[in-house]
């Protein structure tokens, strides 16, 4: 059985009979913080003394048999620290683990990192519930979900891509209810053919949905139109796409009776539920070799299944989703075979695509000064993987061509060519308005209560996003007389002529605050010298250091995996040369500071 751990009450863990075997598979984001659905799991366990339903012994799950894999990025200082930690806490509490935890990099292929654990995993897996590992299922597939065709359904209450059930709309917005928020945009970029939105969303009419500066927002994308037709088209379901159908788990015990709400339509499967847009996995085009129409396109399929190398360079490193592997597979490779493989099962496309998720982006707004209005810096992602295969980022896009619309600009202005269609309108036209679906997810990415202490702030390209609301509230606090200290900003671009971000608000902004607190460029495409922000650090090193040492909190947000990396050692490096330490005691010094919220990150790679 799968199960959301949220959906349980993880005080009656200890309950678990000792015949049977729990599996946690657990993610770790920001400053190893686990993911929102395990943060109440997570609060208990990581408790000093964790209440449980059945005993109050130091040994409360000494029946408990389990087995985890976390999921983590290595460009990440707290790599897989929620995996990590869990399993150390289950043991202490007196539960075994059954064979060695699994860790996955999704900086290098989580996938690859499951599946050689799973093969290490599988015989003690076995082993402790008894069961023969040399047995193989024999028969027919058994589907995990039943799709039934529902022509006659009651055409109000079909879901056309809504995100929640009709049951749930008056709830609190939230994850579980995103709010539908009106949204304003403008573009900050200039003299370039790159483009980085401005949005500012209007959460005052929301129920229940707030945020505090260093928040982030989640915006949950729809996908372009080509896409949805794409693999519509190559699994024969073109013709129809306005189909009401029901999806439905075959498993009665099933935490989830539907994946997503449900009756629903083909179209509004594809286009709102399903990531259609991600590289396919192996797995995947594992599991559709037997449903091939044909010896040429099952041994395509089998190739990129079985080789590891064909699958990285023809569909990881080239970024191709199930649609343009199947269009790759299909005997007359080129154009769509309208319903080449419409051999595969509908329920199998359900069962092995994962449901899409929000975005998350930094808020760049201060809720002390816009408490209602959340601000968004995102910069629009469309690059070349391959030759004449472009691959845009999925709601960048899809808000850049909400903006194109917004402002009524020309088409032609979408990055390297007009680009992907989308349906901006929404469910029942409930995004018409220009209006995006949100919720705001809390984070540890914060300032200081002492508003009187340095700040120390580094953030190159949209890096900059939460800085802007730091450096917007500090200002607030001293107009309202409140002492400030020194705020120092390192930002880093290509050009000041192109993407200076916000380049006409800083200048106020630090007037406000006074010396010394300032804003400090490095403009890696103005001269012939590349100048990154470690680059300016390092020029007012002993300036920083003696911040530093008046108890100074850093903040460091953008790429995880050169420039904050590139930007500790800069840090470390001042302690060597500055705080006479030697190499390992200024790394322990910058280690002491990450553990007392004085070196704070909020990275991606």
Same mark, same amino acid.
């Given at each position: 059985m799968?199960?959301?751990? +949220?959906?349980?009450?993880?005080?009656?863990?200890?309950?678990?009979?000792?015949?049977?075997?729990?599996?946690?598979?657990?993610?770790?984001?920001?400053?190893g913080?686990?993911?929102?659905?395990?943060?109440?799991f997570?609060?208990?366990?990581?408790?000093?003394s964790?209440?449980?339903?059945?005993?109050?012994?130091?040994?409360?799950?000494?029946?408990?048999?389990?087995?985890?894999?976390?999921?983590?990025?290595?460009?990440?200082?707290?790599?897989?620290?929620?995996?990590?930690?869990?399993?150390?806490?289950?043991?202490?509490?007196?539960?075994?683990?059954?064979? +060695?935890?699994?860790?996955?990099?999704?900086?290098?292929?989580?996938?690859?990192?499951?599946?050689?654990w799973?093969?290490?995993?599988?015989?003690?897996?076995?082993?402790?519930?008894?069961?023969?590992?040399?047995?193989?299922?024999?028969?027919?597939?058994v589907?995990?979900?039943?799709?039934?065709?529902?022509?006659?359904?009651?055409?109000?209450?079909?879901?056309?891509?809504?995100?929640?059930?009709?049951s749930?709309?008056?709830?609190?917005?939230?994850?579980?209810?995103?709010?539908?928020?009106?949204?304003?945009?403008?573009?900050?970029?200039?003299?370039?053919?790159?483009?980085?939105?401005?949005? +500012?969303?209007?959460?005052?009419?929301?129920r229940?949905?707030?945020?505090?500066?260093?928040d982030?927002?989640?915006?949950?994308?729809?996908?372009? +139109?080509?896409?949805?037709?794409?693999?519509?088209?190559?699994?024969?379901?073109?013709?129809?796409?306005?189909?009401?159908?029901?999806?439905?788990?075959?498993?009665?015990a099933?935490?989830?009776?539907?994946?997503?709400?449900?009756?629903?339509?083909?179209?509004?499967?594809? $286009?709102?539920?399903?990531?259609?847009?991600?590289?396919?996995?192996?797995?995947?085009? %594992?599991?559709?070799?037997?449903?091939?129409?044909?010896?040429?396109?099952?041994a395509?399929?089998? $190739?990129?299944?079985t080789?590891?190398?064909?699958?990285?360079?023809?569909?990881?490193?080239?970024?191709?989703?199930?649609?343009?592997?199947?269009?790759?597979?299909?005997?007359?490779?080129?154009t769509?075979?309208?319903?080449?493989f419409?051999?595969v099962?509908?329920?199998?496309?359900?069962?092995?695509l994962?449901?899409?998720?929000?975005?998350?982006?930094?808020?760049?707004?201060?809720?002390?000064?816009h408490?209602?209005?959340?601000?968004?810096?995102?910069?629009?992602?469309?690059?070349?993987?391959?030759p004449?295969?472009?691959?845009y980022?999925?709601?960048?896009?899809?808000l850049w061509?909400?903006?194109?619309?917004?402002?009524?600009l020309?088409?032609?202005?979408?990055?390297?060519?007009?680009?992907?269609?989308?349906?901006l309108?929404?469910?029942?036209? %409930?995004?018409?308005?220009?209006?995006?679906?949100?919720?705001?997810?809390?984070?540890?990415?914060?300032?200081?209560?002492?508003?009187?202490?340095?700040?120390?702030?580094?953030?190159?390209?949209?890096?900059?996003?939460?800085? $802007?609301?730091?450096?917007?509230e500090?200002?607030?606090?001293?107009?309202?007389?409140?002492?400030?200290?020194?705020?120092?900003?390192?930002?880093?671009?290509?050009?000041?002529?192109?993407?200076?971000l916000?380049?006409?608000?800083?200048?106020?902004?630090?007037?406000?605050?006074?010396?010394?607190? $300032?804003?400090?460029?490095?403009?890696?495409?103005?001269?012939?010298?590349?100048?990154?922000?470690?680059?300016r650090?390092?020029?007012?090193?002993?300036?920083?250091?003696?911040?530093?040492?008046?108890?100074?909190?850093?903040?460091?947000?953008?790429?995880?995996?050169?420039?904050?990396?590139?930007?500790?050692?800069?840090?470390?490096?001042?302690?060597?040369?500055?705080?006479?330490?030697?190499?390992?005691e200024?790394?322990?010094?910058?280690?002491?500071?990450?553990?007392?919220?004085?070196?704070?990150e909020?990275?991606?790679?």
């Open positions: 799968t199960a959301d751990i +949220e959906q349980y009450d993880m005080q009656n863990l200890d309950a678990l009979p000792a015949d049977k075997l729990a599996v946690f598979i657990m993610a770790t984001y920001g400053e913080e686990p993911t929102d659905n395990a943060a109440e997570w609060e208990q366990i990581t408790d000093e964790p209440e449980f339903s059945q005993t109050s012994s130091d040994m409360p799950l000494k029946n408990l048999r389990y087995i985890i894999f976390g999921l983590g990025n290595k460009t990440y200082e707290h790599y897989n620290a929620v995996g990590r930690i869990l399993d150390q806490r289950l043991s202490d509490l007196g539960a075994t683990r059954v064979g +060695e935890r699994g860790e996955g990099d999704d900086d290098g292929s989580l996938e690859e990192d499951f599946l050689a799973q093969e290490e995993m599988w015989p003690k897996f076995c082993e402790a519930l008894g069961v023969d590992e040399n047995m193989s299922p024999s028969g027919p597939r589907p995990a979900f039943k799709v039934t065709p529902q022509p006659d359904y009651e055409t109000d209450k079909v879901y056309h891509g809504e995100l929640v059930e009709w749930q709309k008056s709830m609190q917005h939230g994850a579980k209810n995103p709010y539908a928020a009106p949204v304003t945009s403008r573009d900050l970029f200039t003299d370039t053919d790159r483009h980085c939105l401005h949005l +500012e969303i209007d959460i005052s009419g929301a229940g949905l707030s945020y505090q500066t260093g982030h927002i989640a915006i949950w994308p729809t996908n372009n +139109e080509v896409e949805v037709f794409r693999l519509a088209s190559i699994l024969g379901l073109a013709e129809k796409l306005d189909d009401i159908i029901s999806v439905e788990a075959v498993d009665t099933a935490v989830k009776k539907h994946p997503f709400p449900s009756p629903t339509t083909y179209r509004a499967i594809f $286009r709102h539920y399903l990531d259609i847009c991600a590289p396919v996995s192996r797995q995947t085009l %594992m599991s559709l070799i037997e449903f091939a129409p044909s010896p040429t396109s099952e395509a399929l089998r $190739r990129l299944a080789d590891k190398d064909a699958y990285r360079i023809e569909v990881s490193e080239a970024v191709r989703n199930l649609g343009e592997v199947l269009e790759l597979c299909q005997d007359d490779e080129g769509t075979i309208e319903g080449f419409s051999s099962p509908f329920d199998l496309i359900v069962e092995s994962s449901r899409l998720q929000p975005r998350y982006y930094s808020i760049s707004s201060s809720s002390r000064t408490p209602t209005s959340v601000s968004v810096t995102a910069v629009t992602l469309a690059y070349q993987p391959t004449h295969r472009t691959v980022g999925v709601n960048t896009n899809y061509r909400l903006h194109l619309a917004k402002h009524e020309d088409q032609s202005l979408v990055i390297v060519d007009k680009g992907p269609d989308y349906d309108a929404g469910p029942r036209n %409930m995004f018409a308005q220009t209006k995006i679906p949100v919720h705001i997810r809390h984070s540890q990415f914060k300032l200081s209560r002492n508003a009187s202490l340095p700040v120390i702030m580094v953030g190159p390209g949209t890096g900059v996003a939460p800085f $802007r609301g730091f450096v917007h500090r200002a607030q606090l001293k107009r309202e007389g409140k002492e400030v200290g020194p705020t120092l900003l390192f930002f880093g671009c290509r050009h000041p002529k192109q993407d200076f916000y380049k006409d608000e800083w200048p106020e902004l630090f007037e406000t605050l006074g010396a010394p607190s $300032r804003i400090i460029t490095a403009f890696s495409r103005e001269t012939a010298r590349k100048v990154y922000v470690q680059h650090l390092a020029e007012v090193g002993e300036e920083i250091w003696g911040l530093m040492e008046k108890h100074a909190t850093i903040y460091v947000c953008g790429d995880a995996k050169n420039m904050a990396r590139d930007v500790q050692q800069t840090f470390i490096g001042f302690a060597i040369k500055y705080g006479n330490k030697s190499e390992q200024a790394q322990e010094y910058i280690k002491r500071l990450r553990s007392t919220g004085r070196y704070q909020d990275v991606w790679s």
